[in-house]
């Protein structure tokens, strides 16, 4: 069976598609195709409050595209949901009926709550027992935090500060205590350590910087010096020595202080970086809802 997920956010939108093999118990999915294409919807939402039609149309092909892919590799179901900037959109709605009617890809335009709820579908099974975790999700328009007690969500909440939208030095600084607060009013067992958990292309990408050689784990000095390292390089800089994406360079360094705020305000002194987003999320989720089956032990396989 051959799924296929499409992730719709502020800053990219991703395509993915896997083969999925089932052994007893097991579930493994292996990579066929991902595919990222930074088409920015958050530049003109958070902006201007509405898609442009220029960036419709823009949309409009890379749809095409994606299904043309999904269709090349005879998948037989596939999910697409639309993130933060789709949802602020005052034409989110007509811009997700007009992809629908020119397309044929149906878009599932989904609360923050939902989005946390897909994206820890991908997070859970890299969770242990007994330990405390936070996992930070910093997306183009938004944040999702979440904290587990082991396999156990606490609670969750998503707030509006991401890579891409733009806030005054005093919004940016009421997020961060409004941040602040939530985490210190669901705090368990204060002396206990907590493990952060960062995902989204940011980290992923600040992870690949520190250049480490397995583990998945960075520290917290680490990434403080980071992005510092980082902050040292203008933007052309950032492109033509750190080997950036356009739509990567101008966004990194406010997303890297989102991750280290929260850290510190959590007490956690080191992040798992598990290199998995709601694109994995939705796999599942998908899997789940057309097998009719509950994931067990679930394998992801990179392409072989």
């Known amino acids: 069976m051959k799924l296929a997920a499409i992730d719709i956010g502020s ?49 409009a092909k890379l749809m095409q595209t994606f299904k043309l892919l999904i269709e090349l590799y005879e998948v037989k179901h596939y999910s697409a949901v639309a993130t933060s900037a789709m949802r602020e959109a005052a034409n989110g709605e007509e811009v997700r009926q007009y ?13 923050g709550k939902d989005e946390a709820r897909i994206l820890n579908k991908a997070i859970i099974p890299n969770l242990e027992d007994g330990r405390q975790y936070i996992h930070i999700d910093v997306g183009g328009g938004s944040t999702e935090l979440n904290l587990f007690n082991g396999k156990y969500l606490i609670d969750s909440r998503s707030f509006k500060i991401g890579s891409v ?11 961060f205590w409004h941040i602040a ?37 960075v520290s917290l ?37 989102i991750y280290v705020r929260v850290m510190e305000d959590m007490g956690s002194d080191h992040m798992l970086v598990p290199r998995v987003g709601l694109k994995d999320g939705l796999i599942y989720e998908l899997y789940e809802r057309v097998s009719k089956k509950n994931l067990a032990q679930i394998e992801f396989l990179e392409e072989f």
């Open 181 to 217: 607060e939530w985490i210190h009013n669901r705090k368990e067992n204060q002396g206990k350590s907590v493990t952060s958990i960062g995902t989204g292309g940011n980290i992923n990408k600040l992870y690949k910087l520190a250049n480490k050689a397995s583990g998945r784990i």
């Open 11 to 59: 800053n990219a939108i991703r395509l993915q598609i896997v083969n999925v093999f089932e052994t007893n118990d097991l579930v493994s999915f292996k990579k066929l195709e991902y595919l990222r294409f930074p088409l920015r919807l958050g530049h003109d939402v958070f902006k201007e409050g509405t898609i442009s039609a220029a960036v419709q149309e823009k949309f």
């Open 99 to 111: 992809i629908q009617d020119t397309v044929g890809v149906n878009i599932a335009i989904i609360p």
């Open 221 to 257: 000095a680490e990434l403080k010096g980071l992005r510092a390292y980082v902050r040292e390089f203008t933007y052309d800089q950032r492109m033509a020595i750190l080997k950036m994406n356009p739509d990567r360079a101008d966004v990194i360094v406010p997303a890297s202080e």
């Open 165 to 175: 939208r733009k806030l005054s030095e005093q919004d940016r600084a009421k997020t």
